[in-house]
């Protein structure tokens, strides 16, 4: 897999009858039912549904976090489900980078030790100090989790994700657990990843306003994929209403 795919008009992934399916019998669960899809790479794309309609699960299976039960799942034309999971984990470390809705920050290091925890293992990291410029936090770097309010926490784990310069940036209710200002913050921050670095940026959120600023919007419900919508029209993050 190429580090950076060189051709914009390539898919970052693609989905053919992807099903997950949790337990068996009566107490069966299918999370995803036959789900295809195809997200060009360079978009910033939302996952829009409630709670349990599949958007996080299909979001683990791109990541390469969990697998499909059944059906295909390329990234950049390779499928990870036929990958080992030592494969598995070399794609996450050289093409992916996470950004989860609890800041799962290391309490006892500075934010850019934080970074450095990520951009030891990388394979083309850049500097630390860089990626806290590039979300804001420049002079930050030596403070801890626990100096640092709510936002700026996240705009750390964001730093973190971005600092080995990923091909796709996952994001899993990134301002769920933030006031209206300080996310409309944190989605600035994940447009200008996505435009400054040309990172794939995928958000899963139940939050119907942040789709105003996304490329492409993908409606889920009930495991399956209702709607996809193209958004001629973006927003600004600082004009998205809560």
């Excluded at 059944?70 to 980078?97: E, K």
């Excluded at 850019?112 to 293992?121: A, C, S």
């Excluded at 119907?208 to 993908?218: F, G, S, Y």
């Amino acid at each position: 897999m190429d580090k950076q795919s060189g051709n914009p008009s390539r898919n970052a992934f693609t989905t053919r009858d992807v099903w997950k399916v949790y337990g068996e019998g009566a107490t069966e669960v299918q999370a995803l039912r036959g789900v295809d899809i195809d997200i060009p790479a360079g978009e910033l794309v939302v996952l829009l549904g409630p709670s349990g309609s599949g958007k996080s699960t299909l979001l683990n299976i791109l990541g390469g976090l969990d697998r499909a039960s059944r059906g295909d799942v390329l990234f950049q034309g390779q499928n990870l489900a036929a990958m080992t999971d030592a494969q598995l984990t070399r794609y996450r470390r050289d093409h992916v980078g996470f950004v989860f809705q609890f800041y799962n920050l290391m309490p006892g290091l500075t934010a850019q030790e934080n970074i450095e925890l990520v951009t030891e293992i990388a394979s083309d990291p850049m500097p630390p100090a860089h990626a806290l410029d590039l979300v804001g936090l420049g002079d930050r770097g030596d403070s801890f989790p626990s100096q640092l309010s709510g936002g700026e926490q996240q705009r750390v784990a964001i730093a973190r994700a971005v600092a080995k310069q990923p091909n796709v940036l996952f994001c899993d209710e990134p301002t769920g657990a933030l006031d209206s200002n300080t996310g409309r913050a944190v989605l600035r921050v994940l447009k200008e990843v996505n435009e400054q670095l040309g990172a794939t940026v995928l958000i899963v959120t139940h939050a119907a306003a942040t789709a105003d600023m996304a490329d492409r919007v993908i409606h889920f419900a009930d495991g399956r994929i209702r709607d996809i919508q193209r958004n001629p029209d973006k927003r600004d993050p600082s004009e998205i209403e809560w």
